[in-house]
């Protein structure tokens, strides 16, 4: 038999206990006690399903000792095995000791293996029950802990979402997915990096803003930007300034990639197609238009953010930025729309319809570098972001 199915008997009369084991002892394991003290002893020491104790004897009541008894085992189920027929003491007795049970004697022998029966499927039910109530309490202990789990990553998605967005102020979609991904955001200024720069200014800026309704303006402005923006991110690029008319981006910059000045140029070109689109349809809206030229330079450049916890702002230093912002000055002087320096054309060569425009100097850059106006892509070059 198992342990939830002993039986313990206790009374003071050896020919008790020999008949009561005799009629349980084939269904249940029974343990015998002559004497309170022996009784407390044993349901100490194992458990025990069913405790039946005999009212009278020396020293102690089977109430006390029953009552003492729910201290030590609160599962085991009492039973008190009694000749006393005072009805109303014997309840306040029962009551007072949590008995589930009393026994008549002399007892009828199948009703009382009916009862211990019982009283045994009770103590397993009880300890079912138990036993169900902690597995619960473990399982809403999971739950608990599963639910602080999810706030901690909703904070975190929150936390990346926000971050996502002051990334995507800078650069494309793919790369702010692979900074958050590597955990490599520049947050100081670093080690030097080959990059290309990309400077585009609208033309006739100063004239359009003079001539033109604020409202109109910013508008235009508007339009203008978002499709500036979306061409530069989808080349992969990093947005790194936008100020009044003028838009910096740069190819490189947060990734060793040797196509950068390709995509710089290829950039351009979309760049210059899609502000043809933006005018035809503002000419055919009445609004003004404008044109645009671009200034594109590699070399080394150093990038990091600056400022304070409140707000930081990308900066970026390096000749290729100076040396683009005068190439595209340069555009007006050649009435060219795109001019790339020597070491943006050289990665492209052969890929672009372009003309070489000598090497005039560079307001304050040293080192003279030939320029090439980049006229469109050669016939069967792919069109979109390089692959």
């Not at 022998?109 to 045994?120: F, M, S």
Request: charged share 25%.
């Amino acid at each position: 038999m198992s342990p939830e199915a002993t039986v313990l008997l206790v009374d003071d009369e050896p020919r008790v206990l020999d008949a009561l084991e005799a009629l349980l002892g084939a269904e249940h394991r029974v343990l015998r006690a002559s004497t309170p003290a022996e009784a407390m002893a044993q349901l100490a020491r194992e458990p025990v399903a069913v405790v039946m104790s005999d009212q009278r004897m020396p020293g102690m009541t089977g109430t006390e000792l029953l009552t003492r008894a729910r201290a030590i085992a609160p599962d085991t189920v009492r039973i008190l095995l009694t000749a006393f027929t005072d009805a109303e003491a014997l309840m306040e007795s029962i009551n007072a000791a949590g008995i589930y049970h009393f026994v008549l004697k002399p007892w009828d022998p199948t009703e009382l293996r009916l009862l211990i029966t019982g009283a045994v499927e009770r103590h397993r039910l009880v300890r079912e029950r138990e036993q169900l109530v902690r597995d619960l309490e473990v399982r809403n202990q999971a739950l608990r802990d599963a639910l602080i789990g999810l706030r901690a990553a909703q904070a975190d998605v929150e936390r990346e979402a926000a971050l996502r967005v002051q990334l995507q102020r800078y650069v494309s979609p793919r790369l702010a997915d692979l900074a958050l991904a590597e955990g490599t955001v520049l947050t100081s200024p670093g080690a030097w990096r080959q990059a290309t720069v990309l400077f585009a200014d609208i033309r006739g800026f100063t004239r359009l803003i003079e001539s033109t309704p604020a409202p109109t303006t910013l508008r235009l402005l508007d339009e203008y930007f978002a499709a500036m923006i979306e061409v530069v991110f989808e080349y992969q690029g990093t947005v790194e300034q936008l100020i009044g008319d003028e838009i910096v981006a740069l190819f490189g910059l947060t990734e060793d990639a040797p196509d950068a000045a390709a995509r710089a140029i290829f950039a351009a070109l979309d760049m210059v197609e899609g502000v043809r689109r933006l005018a035809a349809g503002w000419a055919a809206a009445g609004l003004p238009t404008f044109d645009i030229g671009v200034g594109i330079s590699s070399g080394p450049v150093m990038a990091g953010t600056i400022g304070s916890d409140r707000r930081r702002e990308l900066i970026v230093v390096g000749r290729p930025m100076i040396a683009a912002a005068r190439i595209q000055r340069m555009t007006r002087l050649f009435a060219a729309h795109i001019i790339a320096g020597e070491e943006s054309f050289g990665p492209v060569r052969g890929r672009v319809r372009h003309r070489e425009l000598g090497t005039p100097r560079l307001k304050g850059i040293k080192h003279r570098t030939a320029l090439y106006e980049i006229l469109g892509r050669c016939a069967g070059a792919p069109a979109g972001a390089p692959a």
